[in-house]
């Protein structure tokens, strides 16, 4: 996720003049996929039970390192001199960073949670997949397209660049099965938290919705090319 946020900041930014605003947006859309709700269904599909909690890896990762660091970019572009310690404030004092980062350290922990409070969060978490896939389906719906090569790049990022990169990484270091879910969880097109945070800072950027879209639609064929080449690689 790092290198691909790192690789289409750093195009957006010096190959194509974007503003640090939004290229820090099209690069959480080229390098956060769509693992809680895209992701999920397909893992659950395609390996056993055991494999979701890679999805909550990921989910973790991308909430507590990708979110963080574009809204620290975000944040510190918005135009007005604020010291360094307001921006990060400004950026991490949030319920979309503080939530996982508890979330996260009260699992570490190993407390278990109050026998209601977890039954709350059971039923939750069965309907939370559906539902995201219906936020995403509300937010591409209302998109408008502009294609530009930039676009294409970082798309091309998102569903080529990085579940390359990610067997690269997780074959010489994984297990053949659970370097499949990791590949699997990175060839998910891109979520929908860039064009949610462009609507927040006031970034009129067509194409970081673009972006989403065509990513989506790519997806039809690059994530099925991603499970049938990684087809051999093993069972969970």
């Known amino acids: 996720m790092l290198l691909a946020f790192a690789v289409t900041y750093a195009m ?7 503003d640090r605003r939004e290229s820090a947006l099209l690069a959480l859309t080229a390098s956060g996929p769509n693992v809680g709700s895209a992701g999920l269904p397909i893992v659950a599909a395609l390996f056993s039970r055991s494999a979701s909690i890679s999805v909550a890896v990921a989910v973790a990762v991308a909430a507590i390192v990708l979110t963080p660091l574009a809204l620290l970019l975000l944040e510190s572009a918005d135009g007005s001199r604020r010291t360094p310690v307001a921006i ?36 939750l978490g069965q309907g939370a997949s559906g539902t995201a ?52 969880l990175m060839a998910v097109p891109s979520g929908a938290f860039g064009v949610l945070f462009a609507i927040r800072y006031n970034v009129a950027s067509v194409r970081v919705g673009t972006t989403l879209i065509v990513s989506t639609l790519l997806s039809v064929v690059t994530l099925t090319a991603a499970i049938l080449l990684s087809a051999g690689w093993g069972r969970i």
Do not use: C, H
């Not at 957006?12 to 974007?18: D, S, T, V």
């Not at 509300?138 to 569903?159: D, E, M, R």
């Not at 579940?163 to 499949?180: K, S, Y």
């Open 12 to 18: 957006q930014k010096r190959l194509y003049g974007a």
């Open 88 to 123: 990060v404030n400004g950026a991490l004092i949030k319920p979309i960073v503080i939530a996982p980062v508890l979330g996260l350290s009260w699992s570490l922990a190993g407390i278990p949670l109050p026998p209601l409070l977890d039954s709350t969060l059971t039923l």
């Open 133 to 184: 896939l219906f936020l995403t389906g509300l937010v591409l719906s209302a998109q408008p397209v502009q294609l530009a090569t930039n676009v294409g790049v970082a798309a091309a990022v998102k569903n080529v660049l990085q579940p390359a990169l990610t067997a690269l990484l997780a074959m010489p270091l994984l297990d053949g099965a659970e370097a499949r879910v990791a590949v699997m």
